[in-house]
């Protein structure tokens, strides 16, 4: 996680350029379906790991929290954050996640949008969750899904004329460091097994509400044609567990 592309101007520039960042969360296929899972955010204090633009920020506090730390270790998506969605109760930090260090039972709600592939120590982040969280409180998260992050390049497999063929899955059951391209820049991710991803949630003693492995919506089937694509494979896996 303590790799930054993100502050590079050339990757951001193409950061900039993706849906999700130019419309906020309407702009992200898997928004249709994280949204049901989220808790309700009324008087709560909320954490945001891996912030980005803060739209999950602007989210919270839309809905009635009293309270969100946004949490990122670029400068770029922070400053960014701060001009576009600086809202009244947000507060935005610069820190790696492995570098945080809260007192316990301070949030109501820890959230992750597409972060925690990059943590190497997923096992220690989730152990400080949960010491974070007050009792009952909830954890939801989104990630690459296994499938997607397994062999590593990230890219279909195509036939002599371009066509795409399949998905390609390969070391699934061998974990750890995956050096893939995304947005044109080589980037180290972390690929672990579903099995790895909820053994680690239980054995922490988290209760695991719902586990998702989102579609994209019919609007965006019909608005985007190349979101049918996104029905050959699951690129990404939700989930929701309480403390």
């Not at 790799?3 to 193409?14: G, L």
């Not at 419309?23 to 912030?51: R, S």
Request: net charge negative.
């Amino acid at each position: 996680m303590k790799e930054n592309k993100y502050d590079n101007p050339a990757f951001f520039d193409q950061y900039e350029k993706m849906l999700r960042s130019q419309i906020g969360l309407e702009g992200a296929g898997e928004w249709h379906t994280l949204k049901h899972m989220l808790p309700d955010f009324q008087g709560k204090n909320i954490l945001d790991l891996g912030c980005g633009f803060g739209w999950h920020c602007r989210y919270a506090i839309e809905n009635g929290a009293q309270s969100v730390i946004g949490v990122d270790l670029s400068e770029r998506m922070l400053s960014k954050a701060k001009e576009i969605n600086n809202l009244e109760g947000i507060h935005y930090e610069r820190k790696a996640l492995e570098d945080l260090d809260y007192p316990a039972e301070k949030f109501d709600v820890i959230l992750s949008s597409l972060t925690l592939h990059y943590v190497k120590s997923f096992d220690t982040l989730v152990r400080n969750i949960y010491q974070w969280l007050i009792p009952g409180g909830s954890f939801i998260f989104s990630v690459e899904h296994p499938v997607f992050t397994a062999e590593g390049g990230q890219d279909w497999i195509y036939d002599k004329s371009g066509e795409k063929i399949s998905w390609p899955v390969d070391r699934y059951f061998v974990e750890g460091k995956r050096n893939t391209t995304f947005l044109g820049e080589n980037v180290i991710k972390y690929h672990r097994t579903l099995t790895s991803y909820l053994n680690t949630l239980l054995k922490q003693s988290f209760i695991i509400k719902e586990v998702i492995e989102p579609e994209p919506s019919q609007e965006m089937l019909k608005e985007i044609p190349e979101m049918k694509e996104e029905l050959r494979r699951p690129m990404m896996l939700l989930i929701s567990v309480e403390k």
